[in-house]
């Protein structure tokens, strides 16, 4: 352990002072640390797909919720695909909500945590203290290439009225761009969207480096965001893989940390 991380009742995780501060929400990045799963999954694996037991999982919830008083049983987390679909919850949507396939969730329902699973990709989460609403996203390139973070944004702003001049954001722990390399196809497809002079992306050879925090910081600017509330908790997944999941350091058989926000009751 790294000593980066703080723990509450043996859940490891990090948090964002800018979202404490504003007040109205529970939050955390969870880390891997404090839960029952075992082998590759240890211990505080949330996702199902790569094969963790469902008991497990049950368990890892219990613990979790139990840690930061907020009831996993409702936790909204969508079939995360890498794209830019954004799912809404309002009071109504969210009594007839079945799990579908998006990359970001938001609402504006207290007491309904809403989250994102993640090892190296980007956890963002979103906070409307003026609406009291909330949001999570999962950016890896894909997902910040199609701008996921500024439709999540945009969401907020149709569906609750929320001004992107009062929405925090803030950045949990992902891969960085000291262990982030993609391909050169990468870099086109990033210069095809958006032209040249891209300052997240650093040459390495003949790949490149990119800074996953950096283009989504850029992608919540453009959608109205004020800067100075783009909070970064952020460490590197991949050099912490002690502390975090880390699917490109464990060879792809790793599991996936929680990152979850709930507006309070
Ligand atoms: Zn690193």
Redesign the pocket.
Known sequence: MTGRIKFKDGIGYMSSERLDGAGGVVHAFLSRHGGVSAGEFATLNFDLRGGDRADDIERNKGKAGAAFGVTFDRLVNPVQVHGNAVVVLDAASVKSYKNVEADAVVTNVPGVPVGILTADCLPVLLYDPVKKAAGAAHAGWRGTLSDVCGRAVDAMKERFGSRPEDIIAALGPH??P??YCVSNDVYVAFEKAHGGGLPYFSRSGDSFMLDIGGANRISLVAAGLKEENIADVSV?A??EAADFFSYRKEGGRTGRQLSFIMVKR
């Open positions: 891969i960085k000291c262990c590197c991949s050099c």
